[in-house]
């Protein structure tokens, strides 16, 4: 059963392995000589303001939270995707409900303006 | 689904879908107004209708082994309802005065009591967890309702977190009983005949079960939150909370340990006994011997309702025929009192947060007859003197331990009974033999006519009750019988 | 080879743990968290539970931690304070913990996985724990009888069973299946409670716009 699996792992070691070399390809074929201009902070060509350690702004985390939520919806999707045509119109109805329960939840978040940005 | 199985249901549908109409409700009306509360209370009466119409029927379970619908599981729907509907007259003062989200707090309670529903009626472990958890999740967000309050806030985190740590062992456990019976359904569970290789996985799963449940009923080790949650959160809330939700969770108990395989434990039953016999002797002293020395109110009937947890467990510890039908009476005589006891809190502290003291209390009965004399009769009936009910409801739990071989248990009840009788009496002395201690009066000075319905009928309740305890004990289906 | 790859997924997930208790940077403890989660997700793959480990991924790793690490970012110089906790309460800690894993051994290692069950015919049989899904007494429900029997078919990932099970085609059939047919009511409460957890982030965190907000929003859609 883990032999399903090995495209899997070959994906995420080639996805690893770019990774890895691409960031670090320059660094080991390139030349280094750094100078005190080229080793301070690069931002646009302007001047940093601030330091880097910047709060986000708390809206954000309204959003991903209500994204996690949405996201757990997804979950019980994909079972039903890959069953419904055995079960038939039944299945159908039956997301309907799950979904349309959320979607009330969703009605009250848009009105309540929980995602609004100001 | 066919016909048995919606109708099975329904209470639970009925008490969902309401809380659906009121979101969508909230989402489109603006202004503040009474229609979700009136809204609620429709819905929480039709349920109890059905559980009642479903109660006279035969059991059977419905979902094709998911779902009780018998007398014990329809018992409970009608306490949830009664819990549900008493809070939202209570509520009606309360939150449109202080501007709170009127709909939200609706639509929570609805959903709450609908996990409830599906805690006393799971015949799955699956979905007694998942009722716990939408219970558990409305309370969590009940807690915090006052969102500008410390205090609320402070309730709703750490209800919040320590609910959240007392899911994980609850969820473990049941993973265990899984692991250890192959099965996670009631029905499936009391059909299996004897374990003949019986190990510690199956006693380990009961006891961490045991460690979730006896947080959610605030029980002895596990209670440091109440005091504190009770305290920040939302008076009403509170009532809701400590009452609707402790007998939820009794419910689940009572359910899952009776369906038990009897052979499954080969000796261990003993062992689980002891434990909650254990739990129930500390939490009866521990509530009462702690809540002699608090001087607010909301603090006092926390830990005193730790102590009437314990009183609940020693119907679990006895679990017998006479203990499940204790569980079933006191779950009942205790939502009415401390329901009620919390409504009158509620009616009587200020925005401010001033009222909420013992002291306050003095002279009330100068100030508030009517106030004074119902919250007499609650404390009463909490200190379970007779003829109130709150006597019967500690009587047949006794009995059952008794019953069930536990005298020392039933010894140490009594014991803690009477400890918990001198702070009960204490609150009437304070209204009818003290001067008020503020010449500025410290309580709040409305009046509220629906609150007082609210809180008159169920302190009338206590008094047909205790006068005529075979009203709940034909109800219960078990007793006398 | 099997072993090799449960010990490396194993190695991962405890690594990533041991990180995430011991790091004195929250960010470190929270990046940290990635790899336990992979690695969970690895051991799910193991044990034939691969919706899980799509769920694992899906959700821990690609919503809660980074939640996780939203909230590290909302946190204003949390990333310089040392969040490790006094060393008094450390070694209570460990030695709980220890405690915990000595008697979930003693629980794992000590028990038997059978038992026996009342067969139709009044008579005992003695069947392992595992396999009772096959047995289940109301399998007999209307939803069974239709095409979903065939659906029904596949059994349960049983330990010894793992190993065999060669060509599977994964547990996400046979749950949604059981979703829609015999868990038709978890599921449909399963989006109340999802509703539940929706209602409440949205109450808990959102801002009450302010009397003068709201004015202004009035005046701008009219």
Sequence with gaps: MLTNYIPLALMMMVAIGFGVIMANLSKWIGPRKPSREKLSVYESGMVPIGTTHERVSVKYYIVAMLFIIFDIEIVFLYPWAVTFDKIGAFALGEMFLFIGLLFIGYIYVVKKGALEWD | MNNTDFIAALPLIILAGTGLLILLWDAFEKTPSRAPLILTMAGAIAAAIVAGINMTGPASVAFGGLLYDNAFSNFFTIIFSAATILTALLAERYLLEEEVLVGEFCALILFAASGMVMMASGADMLVIFLGLETMSIAFYVLAGLFRTKTESNEAALKYFLLGAFATGFFLYGIALIYGSLGTMNLVAMSNIHSVTTSGPMLLLGLILLIVGFAFKVAAFPFHQWAPDVYEGAPTVVSGYMSTAGKAAAFSAIVLVFSSMPAGALAGGAAKIQIVIAALAACSMLYGNIVALSQTKIKRMLAYSSTA????????????????????????????????????????????????????????????????????????????????????????????????????WLAIVGVVSSIIASYFYLRIIVLMYFREPLHADDGIAVKENNISYIAIGLASAALVVLGLMPGLLTDATGYFFK | MFDIIFYIFGAITVGGALVTAFARNIVYAAFSLLFTFFGIAGLYIMANADFLAVTQLLVYVGGILILLIFGVMLTSRIGTVDIRVGTGSRWVAGIMALGLFAILCAAFFGTAATHTEKSADGKSQVVTSWATHATRPWSGSKWNQDATTEALKPKYGAPDEVKSNEGSSGTSVEIGTLFLTDYLLPFEVISVLILVSLLGATMIARKEPTKEEEAIAESVSV
């Design chain 2, 308 to 407: 009437h947890a314990g009183y609940l467990l020693l119907g679990v510890a006895a679990l017998n025929a006479t203990g499940v039908a204790a569980i079933e009476i006191y779950a009942a005589v205790y939502l009415l009192m401390q329901i009620a006891a919390f409504g009158i809190v509620a009616l009587l502290e200020k925005e401010t947060g001033t009222g909420l003291n013992l002291d306050d209390y003095a002279g009330l009965a100068k100030r508030r007859p009517w106030a004074a004399f119902l919250l007499a009769i609650i404390m009463l009936s909490l200190a379970g003197i007779p003829p109130f009910a709150g006597f019967f409801g500690k009587y047949y739990l006794f009995l059952a331990a008794i019953n069930a071989g536990l005298t």
